[in-house]
């Protein structure tokens, strides 16, 4: 009987199991952190005890604590998608407020909302990135692939996929 390989199981599988009496029960895991709390922290999403970063918003190539591979994952722009979205939504409220309720003049608007929004943006960028490579993890989300790629499932004989254009064919229509 051969050894699993550990990489290939499940969390369930590798959890180690008690036995009372007749019944088996897989030790209990502990509640992932909250998200919020989690993205402010900036730890390995699988041992919650390594940063994910090496620099100010840059990541780890590997968790220091569990050797977790950190550069596979790819939030790409969202996070600072998100935080323009968001905090120029709240700073633009804000700006209304203000002109509705004291009229200043404009180079007052232009001294208090730019750098605010500014700071605020990259102060929040480290925090929003930590946050969508945990969400990455926790939903095991990775990039997407046609289903049977690779596996030779849907390809017709002369190795050429179905529905797929070979070099040189043009890819237009027949005259």
């Known amino acids: 009987m051969t050894e699993p390989n550990i990489e290939s199981l499940t969390e369930a599988e590798a ?13 209990p895991k502990a509640a992932p952190t909250p ?41 790409g722009d969202g996070p600072a998608a998100f935080l323009i979205l ?17 009229h200043p003049p404009f180079w007052v608007h232009i001294l208090l909302w730019v750098p605010l929004t500014t700071v ?3 102060l929040s960028l480290r925090a929003s990135k930590a946050a969508l490579l945990i969400l990455e993890y926790r939903h095991q989300a990775r990039e997407g692939r046609i289903a049977g790629q690779g ?7 002369g ?7 070979q070099s040189g064919d043009g890819g237009g229509r027949a005259s």
């Open 86 to 102: 968001i905090l120029g939504a709240f700073v633009t409220a804000l700006a209304l407020f203000l002109q509705l309720a004291a």
């Open 35 to 75: 998200l919020p709390l989690a993205g402010l922290r900036g730890r390995c999403p699988r041992c919650e005890t390594g940063s994910l970063f090496e620099g100010w918003v840059g990541f780890a190539p590997r968790c220091r604590a569990c050797g977790l591979a950190l550069d596979g994952f790819n939030v």
């Open 159 to 165: 190795g050429r996929q179905s529905g797929g254009r």
């Open 15 to 27: 959890t180690p199991a008690t036995t009372v009496g007749a019944e088996s029960t897989a030790a």
């Open 151 to 157: 596996s030779g499932v849907g390809r017709q004989s």
């Open 120 to 122: 605020l943006v990259i």
